[in-house]
């Protein structure tokens, strides 16, 4: 059986005891991938971690909701998750393209506003301007039908291609009203107006929740972050959770509890189900 562990922090023990106390008014909030599925090298190809959907179809009955906010497409998310047509799972949400999108697994239904036309125009310009920053050997372009991000992990280094292009996709983008979301050695460009803060918040508010979890692992979550400190500020106890990355250290310095990757993820997310069982 999976253990608890115990939050490194007041706030967080607090988030903890009020989630355990009344479950039925939580809603537990979770990134994708690096939180439910592991980083690979092509996105196409992450899978949700195997006890993944397990744990969640035995916590989701028990809570008020689940969320799972990410920038992936919510009809990807669901897929890649394998999260349709799962007893146990009418409880969870997918909130995708950071809540532009939502996806209710108890109707199967997806609804979307329409794409951004600054999304179209920058997906048109971007191979020519990746082979004049002369980042093409390794760099590619991943399409996300709202957005477009471009990935760095192949190049011959990485870290160097990620910095060399932060530049002029931020012009690119700023050209045609998009913003520019930094992630682990990948840069998206998207529409501006949602994050993951804005999601996750208004989920929370609209479910009346009286407690919330959130894990993510990369910079995009910490929007995410600030909307659970912005709950506790309001009353709404919260814990807030690193799926432990070397890349990124800065959720894991304002987390109140740090797990092992997905697998450490996974494992707490039984470690609930069983105490509320």
Same mark, same amino acid.
């Given at each position: 059986?999976?253990?608890?562990?115990?939050?490194?922090?007041?706030?967080?023990?607090?988030?903890?005891?009020?989630?355990l106390?009344?479950?039925?008014?939580?809603?537990?909030?979770?990134?994708f991938?690096?939180?439910?599925a592991?980083?690979?090298?092509?996105p196409?190809?992450?899978?949700?971690h195997?006890?993944?959907?397990?744990?969640?179809?035995?916590?989701?009955?028990?809570?008020?909701?689940v969320?799972?906010?990410?920038?992936?497409?919510?009809?990807?998310?669901?897929?890649?998750?394998?999260?349709?047509?799962?007893?146990g799972?009418?409880?969870?949400?997918?909130?995708?393209?950071?809540?532009?999108?939502?996806?209710?697994?108890?109707t199967?239904e997806?609804? !979307?506003?329409? @794409?951004?036309?600054?999304?179209? /125009?920058? &997906?048109?310009? =971007?191979p020519? $301007?990746?082979? #004049?920053? *002369?980042a093409?050997?390794?760099?590619?372009?991943?399409?996300?039908?709202?957005?477009?991000?471009?990935?760095?992990?192949? !190049?011959?280094d @990485?870290?160097?291609?990620?910095? /060399?292009? &932060?530049?002029? =996709?931020?012009? $690119?983008?700023? #050209?045609? *009203?998009?913003i520019?979301?930094?992630?682990?050695?990948?840069?998206?460009?998207r529409?501006p107006?949602?994050?993951?803060g804005?999601?996750?918040?208004d989920?929370v508010?609209?479910?009346?929740?009286?407690?919330?979890?959130?894990?993510?692992?990369?910079? *995009?979550d910490?929007?995410?972050?600030?909307?659970?400190?912005?709950?506790?500020?309001?009353?709404?106890?919260?814990?807030?959770v690193?799926?432990?990355?070397?890349?990124?250290?800065?959720?894991?310095?304002?987390?109140?509890?740090?797990v092992?990757?997905?697998?450490?993820v996974?494992?707490?997310?039984?470690?609930?189900?069983?105490?509320?069982?």
């Open positions: 059986m999976d253990l608890l562990p115990t939050p490194a922090t007041r706030a967080g023990r607090d988030g903890l005891a009020a989630l106390a009344k479950p039925r008014t939580a809603v537990i909030g979770l990134d991938d690096g939180t439910l592991p980083i690979v090298a092509d196409e190809q992450a899978r949700a195997p006890g993944a959907v397990p744990a969640l179809a035995a916590l989701a009955p028990r809570v008020a909701s969320a799972v906010v990410t920038g992936r497409p919510a009809e990807v998310a669901v897929r890649h998750g394998g999260f349709a047509d799962v007893p799972l009418e409880h969870l949400v997918v909130l995708g393209h950071y809540g532009a999108e939502r996806w209710q697994a108890a199967g997806l609804t !979307a506003p329409p @794409p951004h036309p600054g999304v179209a /125009a920058v &997906r048109a310009e =971007l020519g $301007l990746l082979d #004049r920053a *002369g093409g050997q390794g760099t590619w372009i991943e399409e996300k039908g709202r957005a477009v991000a471009v990935h760095t992990r192949r !190049a011959q @990485p870290q160097a291609a990620f910095d /060399a292009l &932060r530049g002029p =996709l931020t012009d $690119l983008a700023t #050209r045609h *009203g998009l520019v979301e930094p992630g682990r050695l990948v840069l998206e460009l529409p107006g949602m994050d993951k804005v999601a996750l918040l989920h508010r609209a479910t009346g929740a009286g407690a919330v979890l959130y894990a993510g692992d990369d910079l *995009g910490l929007p995410a972050f600030a909307a659970v400190g912005k709950l506790r500020s309001d009353g709404v106890p919260g814990l807030l690193c799926s432990g990355s070397t890349e990124v250290t800065e959720l894991a310095e304002r987390a109140d509890l740090v092992n990757g997905p697998e450490g996974v494992g707490l997310l039984r470690g609930l189900a069983a105490r509320l069982s």
